[in-house]
């Protein structure tokens, strides 16, 4: 089995990206990063994992990584023999510096990349993985990562432990509602009021170009209510599509994730 870490690019906000050995050392004190192989699964699918370790302290970010850091971006596509790849993110913590929200990951995570494949042979996994690992500075990381994939390996209990810890789906009926609001729109979405407490709530959008501040959230008469400003490029309300919102709802016991919402 072979696993390797090609290449680490390294480069402080604002600044010009400098590659030194001083620096090199100094990011592997911040940042350990490995493929674990993971297994081939009954259905034919192949479950593997990025692993990130980091030094007391640092954090990285869920794919949305609050009111300000770095979201990470998965490219595997230059993988012979990948038809597609799927990346799980493990329900992130949730921190306050001042009034600014961060969503993330501290000491270590475990992301699983469920893969389709083109044949049952082994395989190379090779992909880059671009991330913001953060303390007082957030600094971008660019990962090139490849390991071999075996048809025989076994279970990793790692990984289905990171998997388990995905979000679950939410159930029941998830209304939204769009109106004008100031530098763009306020979104309102509604759903029964879960048994559950949840304390805080995440809204992503499909179109990158809009950002959501953080959710305030509302238990009234039955109903949980998750309300957010949305600032759109022109300070002006747009068509967003009801489809392509995310909700995710998080308490201390777990989080539950809803895709799409009907109108009100």
């Not at 870490?5 to 490995?34: E, F, N, W, Y």
């Not at 949730?94 to 044949?119: A, C, D, K, M, T």
């Not at 071999?148 to 979000?167: F, G, N, T």
């Amino acid at each position: 089995m072979r696993q390797a870490v090609h290449r680490i690019t390294l480069c402080l906000l604002g600044a010009l990206c400098l590659a030194s050995p001083s620096l090199a050392q100094d990011l592997d004190d911040i940042l350990q990063a490995k493929l674990r192989p993971g297994w081939r699964m009954e259905n034919g699918l192949h479950m593997a994992a990025l692993q990130l370790d980091m030094a007391p302290g640092w954090k990285t970010y869920w794919r949305q990584p609050g009111d300000s850091g770095i979201p990470p971006r998965f490219d595997f596509s230059q993988t012979e023999g990948l038809q597609a790849l799927e990346v799980f993110y493990p329900t992130p913590q949730i921190s306050w510096l001042g009034r600014s929200r961060n969503i993330g990951y501290e000491n270590q995570v475990i992301f699983p990349l469920q893969i389709s494949l083109n044949g049952t042979a082994d395989m190379t996994l090779t992909g880059r993985v671009e991330i913001g690992v953060c303390r007082e500075l957030c600094i971008p990381v660019t990962l090139d990562l490849s390991t071999q994939l075996s048809a025989q390996a076994p279970v990793d209990a790692l990984i289905k432990a990171a998997r388990a810890a995905v979000p679950k789906p939410g159930t029941g009926p998830i209304t939204c509602m769009f109106s004008p609001a100031e530098d763009g729109m306020e979104l309102k979405i509604v759903l029964p009021a879960p048994k559950r407490s949840f304390d805080h709530a995440a809204i992503e959008l499909d179109n990158p170009r809009l950002w959501v501040n953080t959710p305030r959230l509302e238990r009234q008469e039955g109903q949980l209510s998750v309300t957010a400003n949305i600032m759109t490029p022109t300070g002006q309300p747009m068509a967003i599509g009801r489809d392509g919102v995310t909700t995710t709802l998080f308490a201390p016991s777990g989080a539950v994730e809803y895709h799409g919402c009907s109108a009100a």
